[in-house]
């Protein structure tokens, strides 16, 4: 996965893992989606570093060499800024998914 200018990604839209995670005090919550939203899977974990290796083997199962992942974290620097950092570090590709347009979305385009 290349990021080109402005920190867009440069890849086909097939093959990216879209994993959005719902951040909280004492868990979390990510759901993985393919290009045509479908559900992939889905995880609770708890908002410890030694439990955030359950997520990224959680999402690997999904990637092969063509397929990479996208993690959305909602309000990134709050609950889950260790997170991030943890998913940084390991080379990942994280966006900070801002609270009121996602929850405008959820109002205005029921998935489910």
Not at 68 to 88: M, P, Q, R, S
Request: glycine residues 8%.
């Amino acid at each position: 996965m290349e990021t080109g200018e402005k920190g867009r990604i440069q890849t086909r839209k097939e093959n990216i893992i879209y994993v959005g995670i719902d951040l909280h005090k004492e868990t979390h919550t990510a759901v993985m989606l393919d290009c045509w939203n479908q559900k992939l899977g889905e995880i609770t974990f708890e908002n410890k570093p030694s439990e955030f290796h359950k997520l990224t083997r959680k999402v690997s199962r999904f990637l092969t060499e063509e397929k990479t992942a996208v993690y959305g974290l909602e309000n990134a620097y709050g609950y889950g800024c260790a997170l991030a950092v943890c998913l940084l570090e390991k080379g990942c590709a994280v966006k900070d998914v801002n609270t009121a347009l996602s929850y405008a979305q959820r109002k205005s385009v029921p998935m489910y």
